[in-house]
T-cell receptor, first 111, second 116 residues
Framework: QKEVEQDPGPLSVPEGAIVSLNCTYSNSAFQYFMWYRQYSRKGPELLMY??SSGNKEDGRFTAQVDKSSKYISLFIRDSQPSDSATYLC???????????WGAGTKLIIKP | GAGVSQSPSNKVTEKGKDVELRCDPISGHTALYWYRQSLGQGLEFLIY????????KSGLPSDRFSAERTGGSVSTLTIQRTQQEDSAVYLC??????????????FGPGTRLTVT
């Protein structure tokens, strides 16, 4: 079993819908949680960063961490075709430089 | 400011040849990472540098792969005697934190390597 599990998709939704992307993990030492967005033929870009449990909001994006369930989510409101990309979750323990990555979920927003 | 840059952006090479991939991290970032990403796959960790030293080489697939970093800045990833299974996008990332801390990484655009 992988340390971080992420459904590869593809997830296809109509424009304007609320999108929910998720990752589960097994290592309770993880403290730092990140979401990266990767467009085709580009490197991943940091989208959201969260420490420990709780929510963080940035514009149309909300990152949520539930450490008790070892589950993290990224919500995208009012989804746009430009949000179509692969979304990767990544996480690390407090004193560890090493990021552990999910496989990425391909998201398609249909106009 | 300038982001992470990588060169070349694309490289086509014949099986058996050596290739060198270059990464210029964000100025002042102490940590540097190399990853490999095959088509439709997640990120495969290769090697990590803290300054010029590589405390974690656990991801290098074989002894044909090596990497170095000089002056705490530029890094090169060398693949000797390339094989077709080496074809992938090689991504470099840098991070401002030493050891503990946030751990967020900033990526370059990648080098797309094709071995024919």
């Amino acid at each position: 079993q992988k340390e971080v599990e992420q459904d590869p998709g593809p997830l296809s939704v109509p424009e304007g819908a609320i999108v929910s992307l998720n990752c589960t993990y097994s290592n309770s030492a993880f403290q730092y949680f990140m979401w990266y967005r990767q467009y085709s033929r580009k490197g991943p870009e940091l989208l959201m960063y969260t420490y420990s449990s709780g929510n963080k909001e940035d514009g149309r994006f909300t990152a949520q961490v539930d450490k008790s369930s070892k589950y993290i989510s990224l919500f995208i409101r009012d989804s746009q075709p430009s949000d179509s990309a692969t979304y990767l979750c990544a996480m690390s323990a407090k004193s560890n430089y090493q990021l552990i990555w999910g496989a990425g979920t391909k998201l398609i927003i249909k106009p | 400011g300038a982001g992470v840059s990588q060169s070349p952006s694309n490289k086509v090479t014949e099986k058996g040849k050596d290739v060198e991939l270059r990464c210029d991290p964000i100025s002042g970032h102490t940590a540097l990472y190399w990853y490999r990403q095959s088509l439709g796959q997640g990120l495969e960790f290769l090697i990590y540098f803290q300054g010029n030293s590589a405390p974690d080489k656990s991801g290098l697939p074989s002894d044909r792969f090596s990497a170095e970093r000089t002056g705490g800045s530029v890094s090169t990833l060398t693949i000797q005697r390339t094989q077709q299974e080496d074809s992938a996008v090689y991504l470099c990332a840098s991070s401002p934190q030493m050891g503990g801390g946030k751990g967020e990484q900033y990526f370059g655009p990648g080098t797309r390597l094709t071995v024919t």
